[in-house]
């Protein structure tokens, strides 16, 4: 337990309670576990053979157990940040720095939703099982000391955006397949979850303003500007898109019509950023910004579209044209 955490709870008035210990599990924020369908739908297309069967119940217990693994790393979060959110606007009201929390029970309370997700998990799979274990270590390391890579610049996005590609293997998994899902995806799912996160430190940047205050908010933004956060935001944007052309060309040629609307939805979201007191802060609030939801629902539907559809005249469209040499001779 640390001391410091702690010395957050009992400085409060204010008491613990049942409330504050089911908010520290951040059950709202569960719809960031959408993010396991992809996987499910990929794998219905790509592994169709594999599929196993009552998928839907296995789709409702896998995303069950997610959940938990998820609230048991908020919950960790929630403590290891305590000492942090003070010097937040609006954070500082979290329930462990407002004394809402018991520190001894949440410690129970981490365990015991990890627990309880494994216990579940291992009715799908033992691959799923140990993705989600892998998720609930990543939870770790970005939060506790001595690593907590949340301190470290650009290791705190990269930490935390690989939970973008477990939840897709999770999903990938839930579906009953067996092999792995294709790297290129999973490289373009951890760099898109990358972009979203830049954008998101970008925007507390923004809006905490001081230098100083970001720093003692924030230990890995003491290290950037906002040009120097542009600059990451562009090298993950490109890069997730690099690897989505690669998994385009070698798995589903049809996805390239995803391509200008995909573009849409990250340019909506970049634009979100420079917001005053931007929603980018608090993903659970992007639901209300209808720029960006048409944008997610349009390409959505075109994604699922061109997943079952098959076009063969985009193949012939984008077919090689220039001579290819069948060998390479060596002189």
Same mark, same amino acid.
């Given at each position: 337990?640390?001391?410091?955490?702690?010395?957050?709870?009992?400085?409060?008035?204010?008491?613990?309670?049942?409330?504050? %210990?089911?908010?520290?599990?951040?059950?709202?924020?569960?719809?960031?576990?959408?993010?396991?369908?992809?996987?499910?739908?990929?794998?219905?297309?790509?592994?169709?053979?594999?599929?196993?069967?009552?998928?839907?119940?296995?789709?409702?217990?896998?995303?069950?157990?997610?959940?938990?693994?998820?609230?048991?790393?908020?919950?960790?979060?929630?403590?290891?940040?305590?000492?942090?959110?003070?010097f937040h606007p609006i954070k500082c009201n979290r329930p462990v720095p407002s004394g809402r929390v018991s520190i001894p029970v949440a410690y129970l309370e981490w365990l015991a939703l990890a627990a309880l997700g494994f216990?579940?998990?291992?009715?799908?799979?033992?691959?799923?099982?140990?993705?989600?274990?892998?998720?609930?270590?990543?939870?770790?390391?970005?939060?506790?000391?001595?690593?907590?890579?949340?301190?470290?610049? +650009?290791?705190?996005?990269?930490?935390?955006?690989?939970?973008?590609?477990?939840?897709?293997?999770?999903?990938?998994?839930?579906?009953?397949?067996?092999?792995?899902?294709?790297?290129?995806?999973?490289?373009?799912?951890?760099?898109?979850?990358? /972009?979203?996160?830049?954008?998101?430190?970008?925007?507390?940047?923004?809006?905490?303003?001081?230098?100083?205050?970001?720093?003692?908010?924030?230990?890995?933004?003491?290290?950037?500007?906002?040009?120097?956060?542009?600059?990451?935001?562009?090298?993950?944007?490109?890069?997730?898109?690099?690897?989505?052309?690669?998994?385009?060309?070698?798995?589903?040629?049809?996805?390239?019509?995803?391509?200008?609307?995909?573009?849409?939805?990250?340019?909506? +979201?970049?634009?979100?950023?420079?917001?005053?007191?931007?929603?980018?802060?608090?993903?659970?609030?992007? /639901?209300?910004?209808?720029?960006?939801?048409?944008?997610?629902?349009?390409?959505?539907?075109?994604?699922?579209?061109?997943?079952?559809?098959?076009?063969?005249?985009? %193949?012939?469209?984008?077919?090689?044209?220039?001579?290819?040499?069948?060998?390479?001779?060596?002189?």
């Amino acid at each position: 337990m640390n001391s410091a955490d702690t010395q957050v709870g009992q400085n409060s008035s204010a008491r613990p309670t049942l409330l504050g %210990h089911l908010q520290i599990a951040r059950v709202d924020h569960w719809f960031k576990n959408v993010f396991v369908l992809p996987g499910i739908v990929v794998a219905l297309s790509l592994d169709p053979q594999s599929i196993a069967p009552r998928l839907w119940l296995r789709v409702v217990l896998g995303l069950l157990a997610v959940c938990l693994v998820a609230s048991s790393n908020y919950v960790i979060n929630e403590l290891m940040d305590a000492r942090f959110d003070r010097f937040h606007p609006i954070k500082c009201n979290r329930p462990v720095p407002s004394g809402r929390v018991s520190i001894p029970v949440a410690y129970l309370e981490w365990l015991a939703l990890a627990a309880l997700g494994f216990g579940i998990a291992l009715r799908i799979s033992r691959p799923f099982t140990a993705t989600l274990a892998i998720l609930w270590v990543m939870g770790c390391i970005y939060n506790i000391p001595p690593v907590r890579s949340k301190d470290l610049p +650009y290791v705190d996005v990269l930490s935390e955006a690989i939970n973008n590609p477990l939840r897709l293997l999770a999903g990938w998994f839930i579906a009953g397949s067996a092999s792995i899902a294709p790297g290129s995806l999973l490289l373009s799912y951890w760099m898109i979850g990358c /972009y979203f996160m830049a954008i998101k430190r970008f925007a507390e940047c923004r809006n905490l303003g001081d230098h100083a205050r970001i720093a003692a908010y924030r230990k890995s933004l003491a290290f950037f500007n906002e040009q120097q956060l542009l600059v990451a935001i562009m090298f993950y944007g490109s890069t997730a898109m690099l690897f989505f052309g690669a998994f385009v060309m070698r798995y589903r040629l049809e996805f390239i019509l995803c391509f200008p609307l995909i573009a849409a939805v990250m340019a909506s +979201y970049l634009s979100i950023a420079f917001k005053e007191d931007s929603p980018a802060q608090h993903p659970e609030k992007l /639901y209300r910004e209808p720029g960006l939801m048409t944008a997610v629902l349009a390409c959505t539907l075109v994604m699922v579209l061109c997943l079952f559809v098959d076009m063969p005249v985009l %193949h012939k469209i984008f077919r090689p044209t220039a001579p290819v040499e069948n060998q390479l001779q060596i002189k």
